[in-house]
């Protein structure tokens, strides 16, 4: 599989030289050549410098690994602190595990908000006119050293034209799953498995749960199986939907479902975004019979917990979270309480409307 995923981003032995890399290390004295300083002497000489450089490479500016490199970056995660939850609240933080999964699910980065096209995370890449919008994102709106380095040229590109597909980090699953399941060694049920952050923090947790996964996505299905691999505790996979899949003896069920309309993952006919046209065809085909296998599977102490949050998508604003509550509610399960996960927040272009303001996504807590 590794092999596979070489393929799949490119990397060449000559990119290898660590076990976690970027594949730009002989590049990196002459990055350090373009500081503020320099660039503001020629800002587009500059920049069309530090695009050639990177077309001379021409690899997705992220971190990469070998299978050793994984092994030791799961086990250092292992024993690093992390960000745990205190009175219902989930800090920012948490960050350790995204550079793993992003190498290991390719398809995240080719994954779209539905309704655009060309503008993946690797589209952006390989598109001159939003690198270079990103090179200058570094030099014009950042401080610090290192400027023209892959992990800046990353987090610029996800700020060039707009949406990205997240996943869920790992340190947060790890420290949710810890204080909501009611069971030491319990059995925890990820409804949509998607991109591994859950599995991977599950994994993390020294309380040795056995993870419990589902996804219908083949493709993010192979990859699943392949990050098993590396974990050290009990895991069952599923190649299903939700829908008809009835869990059995569960502890905790947790999971940040997939939204109707917002995000195009592939275009099987499982994925949500094909299976359902509007908001009530998603909750009664797609969230009503989950639920309801979750309820028949879950023990009787068990908890259920969902990240889910109204959104804008394809045809204007979806208000889902009450709806959600009040369809867990009819099917029988007692409604507990909001855990608050931050997020980070940017000020509003010119105005500063979001400065100071708390902004979070609710995982919404049950009972039987």
Request: net charge negative; charged share 25%.
């Amino acid at each position: 599989m590794i092999d596979e995923l070489y393929q799949i981003w490119g990397i060449k032995p000559e990119h290898i030289t660590n076990g976690k890399f970027t594949g730009y290390e002989s590049l990196y004295p002459q990055f350090d050549k373009f500081t503020k300083e320099t660039y503001e002497k020629d800002p587009e000489g500059s920049r069309k410098q530090i695009l050639d450089l990177y077309r001379s490479i021409n690899l997705v500016p992220m971190y990469y690994y070998t299978e050793q490199g994984l092994i030791d970056e799961i086990n250092d995660l292992k024993n690093k602190s992390y960000n745990s939850i205190e009175k219902d609240i989930l800090p920012l933080g948490n960050n350790g595990g995204q550079t793993i999964n992003r190498f290991l699910f390719p398809n995240m980065l080719t994954a779209l908000p539905k309704g655009r096209t060309g503008n993946s995370l690797r589209d952006r890449f390989l598109d001159d006119t939003k690198l270079d919008r990103a090179i200058r994102i570094c030099f014009e709106f950042r401080s610090g050293d290192k400027l023209a380095y892959p992990t800046a040229i990353r987090r610029a590109l996800e700020l060039v034209t707009g949406e990205n597909i997240q996943n869920f980090k790992s340190q947060h699953a790890r420290a949710i799953v810890e204080y909501l399941c009611p069971a030491i060694f319990g059995r925890v049920y990820d409804y949509s498995s998607g991109y591994g952050g859950r599995l991977l923090g599950t994994s993390l947790s020294k309380l040795r749960y056995t993870y419990v996964g589902i996804d219908p996505n083949t493709e993010t299905f192979k990859y699943l199986n392949y990050l098993s691999t590396f974990c050290d505790n009990n895991i069952e996979l599923y190649n299903n939907v939700s829908e008809e899949y009835q869990p059995e003896d569960i502890d905790l069920a947790f999971s940040s479902p997939p939204y109707f309309n917002l995000e195009k993952y592939c275009d099987e006919p499982t994925q949500c975004m094909n299976r359902y046209t509007t908001l009530d065809e998603w909750f009664d085909g797609y969230v009503v019979p989950t639920m309801r296998n979750i309820y028949n599977g879950l023990n009787d102490d068990g908890v259920f917990a969902t990240n889910i949050a109204d959104y804008k998508g394809i045809g204007g604003e979806f208000f889902v979270v009450d709806k959600w509550i009040k369809t867990a509610e009819s099917l029988g399960f007692k409604y507990h309480k909001t855990i608050k996960m931050m997020l980070n927040t940017r000020p509003g272009v010119g105005n500063f409307r979001n400065e100071g303001r708390e902004k979070f996504e609710g995982i919404y807590v049950f009972s039987k």
